[in-house]
Every structure is written in C-alpha cells, then in structure tokens.
C-alpha cells in the first residue's frame, strides 16, 4: 500500500472529494466553501470540480441551512452543511437537536436523516471566545446523533468517508490548529474506518492517558517525555464518542490501573466526565489510583495567549496528572 | 340538479374537499371527546374552524409532493391523504399509530403519502420543507414542497432564513401560514410589525397572497395557481390564509379568556363547512339527504377509528430503544 504525507486540511478535502465523485446524492453546504474554496481550504478546488450546486455557497444562515440539510436528508439526498467555526453551531441548535436527531424516532422508523455536519473546533488562535470553543461534548449528550473527532489526517479521511455513507445525523468535528499544522501518512488507496472503535496511538502499561482531537497529539508528546523519565504511558484515542469504543478504554486500563483523560472541552460535566464514569465502571477492581481529567478550564476562551494557554490542556498538565496518578497508586 | 356550470371547480373535487374538511372536523371533535374521557395521554392542538385552509391546499398537490405540519397537524395530515385508523392509534399511543406510539397527536407522519412530519417547534418544519423542495428541484420532476404554519412563526428566524434561499434558488416551496389570529393566547397583530404577513413575503422577494382561508375553493383557487408556478419554475411564494380555531389552544384550554363571545359568533357566520355544503345543494351537486348520508358515514368512520385504537395495544417496552438510529 502506497502512501504519501497529507495535512489534516488536505485529507478531509481528500475524503470530500472521492465521496462526491462516488455519490451524487452527496452536496455540501456553507459559508464561503464553494468560489472561496473554504476559509480553512477544505474545499478548495470541489466548487471548481462538482459545480456550484453540488459546493453550494450558503447566506449567513446556519439555523436555515442545516434546517434545509434536514429536509433534503428527509428526501433522499445526503447533505454535508459545514460550521465554519464551531462556536455558530448554537445558531442551528434546534435543527439539530430537535430535528435531525429526533426524526426517525418521532416517525417510528420512516425516515432515515443521513447528514453530515462538519464543524471546527479548539483554540490556541488568539480568536477569542467566540470563535475557539469545543462542543462536541453537545452532541454526544443527544440520543440519535453520533459524533466523530478525529485526530489523524489517517483517521479524518477514513473516518469522514465512513459518515458519508452512513444514514444517520453526524458531528464531524475537526480541530482547526491541526488543519495545516498536523501531516501524516495518508494511502493513496480506498480505505474506511468504521465508527465507534478506538485507536491504541501509542502502547504503555504503566498508564492511560485517553485523549481526542488534537488532545491526542498533545498526549503524544507528553508520553514522550514521560518515557524519558521511565514512565510508559498507553494513549488511546477513542475517535468517535458517540457510538464509544467502550471496551477498549476498559481493557487498557485493566492493563495499566491508572488514567488521565484528556479533552479540549470543557471540565464541567464534559467528555472527560464521561470517559471517567465508563472506565470507573469497567475496571473498577483495577484502579489503583483515582481518575484525572485535563480538559479546559471552565471560562470563555481568553483572547490574550498566556490566559488562553493556560484554559487549554497542554503537555505539562498532563504530564502533572500522570504524576498524581502514579503517586496516588494504592500500594500493591 | 343542473346549476354545476356556475361550479368555480369539478363537482367530484369539490365533493372531495367536502369529505375530507368533514373528516377533519369530525376527527378533532373525537379527540376532545377521547381526551375528555381520559382514553388518551398528554394533550392535543385541534384545528377544528380551520378546515379549508388544509384541504383547500392539498387539494392543489400531487401524491408526491410533500407537506410539513405544525402542532396543530392532524387537518394537514388528513388532507394530504392520511387515514384517520392510524391517526387516532397515534393519538393513543398505541402501536398501530403512525410512529408506533413514538410520536404522538404533534408528530404525526406518513412519509409515503409525503406528510414529511408534524412539528412541535413552531416553525421547526421550515427547514425540512425548504430541504425537501431543493431535493425536488434537483429532481426535476416538477414536484413541490408546501410548508404549513401559523401566524406565530412567522417571526421566527428560520422563516427568514429558509425565504432568502428559497427564493436566491427558486426552489418549488410554497408557505402557507394558517394564520388563525391567536399566536397560542395573544392576539397576532400585537406580536408582529409591519403591514401584515403577505407584505413580509414581498419583501423577501416573493409573491404574497391573501385569501379567505376558511373559503375552500378560494384557497384551492390561489393555491393551485402558486403551485403550479413553482412546478413551472418561478421560485417560492406564500399563501396567507385567514381563518379561526374554534377551540383553544389546546384541548385544556377553553379559549374563551382572550377572545370574545362576538368575534366566535361572527367566525362561526363564515364556517367553512356550512359554506361548503351550501355550494354544493345551492349549485345541485349534492342533496341535503346526501349531506346527511355523508356526515353519518364519515363520523361512523372516526367513531370506528376511535373503538379500534382503544382496544389496539401499547407498543412493547421492548421497543423503546428502537429506531434511534438507522
């Protein structure tokens, strides 16, 4: 299998791409992502390739074109509305929650709503409050959504390709820092990954540190250091939250007895909060330590960068809570 | 028996018109009387007054357009084709509904007959219907997508938003609001500026067309013209249709606080059935023995629907975990 390296922007474009030429029923939707190509430049060229009625360039409307994306999912077609920040995902709330998630339950099973709505996500960009957020948490909250957050431009693009053809609503968030920041190996051929398995990024047994989106990279790093100082620690990335790999989180840390879980959103009743109850759960008799959460600070995402990098997990927070794991070991 | 040439439509349509508003009419009347008794839970929005608005619309549709509904949905449903067996099982809860139970008397749907849902979000349907008629569009077959929904969303948001582009892509997607005067228990023109709905929907560039919504042929009449410009093409419109809700907001409620004994009396004047059934014995079509033969046989119709859902069972617990995801 041949591959080549692709950034995060370029693999999602990548999925894009080969999806619309194999489904016609596929038409994306958004601000700025047809001419412009996207203000992230991941549509560069589709608008260009597949006409302006299948890259369509939307008003300032997210309520009215997700909206629309319900209705056309309702009708056989599988749209893919883009948020361009993540933040403006409040404006399309109720077409999400009350409506694209509900339908086919509300119907008794008449309707499938295949969508798919790609939104970014994280801060580290001096954008301030309104444009750094990380909602995914949102989402995993609502029966009948699922919700993907990859980490990889490996994973985005085998992951995305799988939402396409899946009938069903879906988050698909991507963390905007690693658009053009983040490169991997990328096949040149066909592949998909399946939602709702987790991915071992990197092999430990001495702790595990669970961490999403650009998080994972961020947990990489900070396992680096740690094996220089003779800890080894397992990251595992769940990939999606909704349908979670539950199973894999468990048998990792019944491998290693202690965790960190690692999130860009929010502290409060986040995804940490979650990931924490499940493996508190299913390897109770084989935590040796208390659970950590490293996620964001609970506070509007800060504009001046010593106040936003310290809202958002990094390398030493994480490393700091790997420490209190180990040190709050029970004895064996 | 000879007066059919004055007819402004078909003798059979407007029979047609005249069963279904009468189903209707007899179908919320049933609910009350079902909910009255306790043999169904939560509560339920009649549309009872409003009849023609419903039918008068449909009655302009192919089998494959789509329509989506309002909490206040079971006249659209009707009128659209729904069969009231299942509609009164729903109301129940029971399996046989609709949406096995799922959905309820607000989230009535039959997707084969192209009722795209009843919403309890008013205005929440706005979108599905404007997604509905971009999938039509594409499809090129001439099929049109008709929003229903009431003076009080029109001033929500996605009114708007769903108007600017349906007309910036011509989509085949006419809005009807079923503007009943009472935004749930206040009165519309306190709600909502400017020179009316109508002139909200030349502003966003569409045509805006009043009618006498408890007038079936009239809104039949404006209707069928608006829909056939958006199969030819010609991009959305909006159909205002003035009419009333005879009860209140919901079966708990009266109605009677903020409304006045007068402006019933002068509503109940303009019934649309009684006008209906005037048309059709003045212009000979139908006898008023017949008129009598179609009121028993349509109201023994909902009273069978209502002894058939009564004994229809709940839906297994087993159930619940069902149809979350596809």
Redesign the interface.
């Known amino acids: 299998m041949s591959t080549r390296e692709l950034t995060f922007a370029q693999a999602i474009r990548e999925a894009l791409d080969e999806e619309l030429a194999r489904d016609e029923r596929i038409v994306l939707f958004g601000e700025d992502i047809g001419a412009w190509g996207g203000v992230f430049r991941t549509t560069e060229g589709l608008y260009q390739k597949y006409g302006s ?1 299948r890259v369509i360039d ?2 300032l ?1 997210e ?15 599988h ?1 893919v509305p883009e948020i361009m920040f993540g933040d403006f995902i409040t404006l399309a709330m ?2 999400i929650v ?2 694209a998630a509900k ?12 969508i798919t709505i790609r939104a970014t996500m994280g801060g580290g960009r001096s954008s301030g409050a309104q444009h750094s957020q990380s909602w995914h948490a949102w989402f995993a909250h609502v ?2 959504l ?1 919700v993907v957050v990859p980490s990889t431009p490996y994973d985005a693009k085998g992951l995305l390709k799988t939402a396409l053809r899946d ?2 609503p879906i988050l698909f968030f991507e963390d905007k820092v690693m658009y053009h920041k983040i490169k991997g190996p990328v096949p040149e051929e066909e592949y998909l990954i399946p939602l709702g398995v987790a991915d071992i990024k990197r092999e430990g047994k001495d702790v595990t540190i669970v961490a999403l989106s650009r998080m994972v990279h961020t947990a990489l790093a900070a396992a680096e250091k740690l094996a220089q100082e003779g800890i080894s620690a397992e990251v595992i990335d769940p990939r999606t939250l909704t349908p979670l790999d539950e199973e894999t989180l468990i048998q990792s840390e019944c491998k290693t007895g202690g965790a960190v879980i690692v999130d860009e959103g929010y502290t409060r009743f986040g995804v940490t909060a979650e990931l924490a109850a499940v493996i508190a759960k299913g390897a109770f008799d084989y935590l040796d330590a208390p659970i950590e959460r490293v996620a964001a600070f609970d506070v509007p995402i800060p504009f001046s960068p010593p106040l936003e990098f310290a809202t958002i997990p990094d390398e030493e927070r994480i490393i700091q809570a790997v420490y209190r794991v180990l040190e709050g070991r029970r004895p064996q | 028996m000879s007066n059919h040439t004055s007819l402004p439509v078909e003798p059979t349509l407007l029979i047609e018109m005249y069963r279904r508003m009468l189903t209707i009419r007899f179908f919320e009347e049933a609910i009350f009387d079902v909910y009255r008794k306790g043999w169904m839970p939560g509560l339920a929005h009649l549309s009872d007054g409003q009849e023609a608005t419903p039918v008068g619309v449909c009655m302009a549709l192919r089998s494959d357009d789509t329509i989506t509904s309002t909490h206040r949905g079971h006249g659209h449903i009707i009128a659209k084709g729904g069969q009231v067996e299942p509609m009164m099982a729903e109301v129940m809860g029971k399996v046989t509904g609709y949406c096995r139970g799922k959905g309820g008397e607000m989230h009535i749907a039959d997707v084969s007959l192209g009722i795209l849902g009843a919403n309890g979000i008013v205005g929440g349907g706005l979108g599905i219907a404007a997604g509905s008629a971009f999938t039509a569009k594409r499809e090129g077959k001439g099929r049109v997508s008709v929003a229903f929904f009431g003076d009080g969303a029109i001033n929500q948001g996605l009114w708007y938003e769903t108007a600017n582009m349906a007309v910036l892509w011509k989509l085949p997607l006419i809005y009807v609001c079923e503007n009943n005067q009472y935004t749930e228990f206040t009165h519309w023109q306190k709600l909502t500026s400017g020179e009316g709905l109508a002139a909200r929907a030349r502003a966003m560039g569409m045509p805006g067309v009043e009618v006498d919504g408890n007038d079936v042929v009239a809104v039949y009449q404006a209707a069928h013209e608006l829909v056939e410009a958006a199969r030819r093409g010609e991009g959305p419109a909006t159909l205002i249709c003035h009419t009333i809700r005879y009860g209140g907001h919901h079966v708990g409620d009266p109605g009677t606080a903020y409304r006045t004994k007068e402006e019933m009396e002068e509503w109940r004047k303009k019934d649309s059935i009684q006008r209906c059934e005037q048309l059709l014995v003045e212009s000979g079509v139908l006898s008023p023995q017949d008129i009598e033969a179609t009121r028993t046989e349509i109201e023994q119709c909902i009273q069978n629907a209502v002894q058939q859902a009564r004994q229809d069972p709940f839906p297994p617990v087993e159930e619940v975990n069902e149809h979350v995801y596809a």
Do not use: C, F, H, L
């Open positions: 009625d939307t008003p409307s309520e009215g074109y997700v909206g629309m994306a319900v209705g056309i999912a309702m009708t056989g077609m749209p109720d077409q009350n409506q339908m086919r339950y509300m119907t008794g099973g008449q309707v499938a709503v295949p029966p009948g699922k009938p069903n």
